[in-house]
């Protein structure tokens, strides 16, 4: 992430919460663009396992199994008829959720000037996310109905838009809490554990500090999101009636926490560091 250094010589980490007054380039933004593609399209196609692995832990117990079971079960050409979408889709949902992030950040700053900026360093954070989302699952939406097109044949998709309220619904919150979390934290390890400018710790100590941070994020929003998920797959099945809804609201949280946190601490390394 920039970093400046104050004429105290004090590192100003203002920059690593999302706020910074360095002018950044169109090559910037396409790096932050190429990044996020990357990170998007590759990552998220473990997305269906991570959803088998939260509402039905008992059955899918590994990355593995799970692949072996799915093709038993569904064969290989039914797997791989989504598998298309999904990658192109999540590619270019990257490329603009992270790409966009930043030209948003960078945009925002210049339309309320440096001091309300910083003022309101949350509020910019979590509208910077907002924006870049909408457009990104604009851009997802059609790949999104033509996987459900393709996989269920049936003619009342909606295509290309059908689900596109449910998705900025269920996304833009969610979004918004991750970025949020995300520089927060990055701030943190800055200010209090690694105090040096940061162009003075190595690529790996920052990527580590961004996959950490990551992480974090991620456990975080997979704790919130989770038993909402959790309680709309379970509560209409015949075997749950009368079970606790707290019981059922956790049930395969701590797989969630895990795939989850790992899945946000490598989509961030790739996605933000792609601008630097």
Known sequence: MPTSITPTGKRDVSSCSGISSVPYDTSYYVKGMVGGLLA????????PLIR????????????APTISLLLKEEGSIDILKGFGPTFVGYSLQGMFKY???????????KIAGPKLTEDYKGLNL????????VVAYLALCPLEMTKVKIQTASPKTRYPFGS????WSRQIPYT????????????????????????????????????ASGYIAGVICAI????????????GKAENRGKSIGNLATK?????????????????????????
């Open 176 to 211: 918004m809490t991750k970025f949020y979390f995300f520089e927060k934290i990055v701030q943190l390890f800055y200010t209090h554990a690694f105090t040096a400018p940061t162009d003075t710790y190595s690529k790996g100590t920052q990527l580590g500090i961004t996959f």
């Open 126 to 133: 979590v509208r910077c996310a907002a924006s870049a989302e």
């Open 164 to 167: 596109l309220v449910p998705l």
């Open 40 to 47: 998007c399209g590759i990552t998220h196609a473990a997305i």
């Open 99 to 109: 790409g966009l992030y930043k030209v948003f950040k960078d945009a925002y700053m």
């Open 252 to 276: 395969g949280l701590g797989t969630r926490v895990l795939m989850i946190g790992t899945l946000t601490g490598a989509t961030m390394g790739m996605g933000t560091t792609g601008g630097k």
């Open 52 to 63: 088998m692995y939260s509402v039905n832990p008992a059955k899918y117990s590994g990355i």
């Open 224 to 235: 919130v999101s989770h038993p909402a998920d959790s309680l709309v797959s379970q509560l």
